[in-house]
């Protein structure tokens, strides 16, 4: 057995489409109109189709569950913090934070309300604490990882 890809149901195929792209920046690999695959396997399929494929009436698709999110990393988190910012149309989570071993994060919602989580890149995280002088034993004790891991890091 393989896992292949989280799928997503979307009560409308394009509006979603255009977020994924405009803030994750995705891209369509395949479109099959009911159901579309973006880069990094996210799947996406139409509420009504959703609905037949598990025969289930409307109103036993809810959406805004808040019991599980996608989450993505990111290198340039300075960036794409500034990019997010910029859209008036997301709705958030919660702000940027910094969890208490140093990675900073952002959620918000997609459009059906499914939550979308960007994490620092965890390397970029090491790179900042020992370009900030901690030592190496002192990045691995703050962000609780292996003193391997850091050095890793500064490869």
């Known amino acids: 057995m393989k896992f292949k890809n989280p799928l997503l149901v979307v009560a409308d195929m394009e509006r979603s489409k255009k977020f994924y792209k405009e803030v994750l920046g995705l891209r369509v690999i395949m479109d099959f109109g009911a159901n579309v695959t973006l880069t990094g396997g996210v799947c996406l399929q139409t509420k009504e189709t959703w ?3 598990i025969d289930r009436k409307e109103e036993e698709i809810v959406f805004c569950g808040n019991d599980a999110e996608i989450y993505f990393e990111e290198d340039d988190f300075d960036a794409f913090a500034e990019k997010l910012q910029k859209i008036e149309t997301i709705d958030y989570v919660h702000p940027v934070m910094e969890h208490r071993w140093g990675q900073r994060a952002v959620r918000f919602y997609d459009p059906d309300k499914h939550i979308i989580e ?13 370009d900030s002088g901690m030592t190496e034993e002192e990045a691995a004790a703050r962000m609780d990882v292996p003193l391997k891991f850091v050095k890793a890091c500064k490869r």
Do not use: S
């Open 51 to 53: 609905m037949q494929f």
């Open 118 to 130: 960007v994490g620092e890149n965890m390397k970029t995280v090491c790179r900042r604490f020992l």
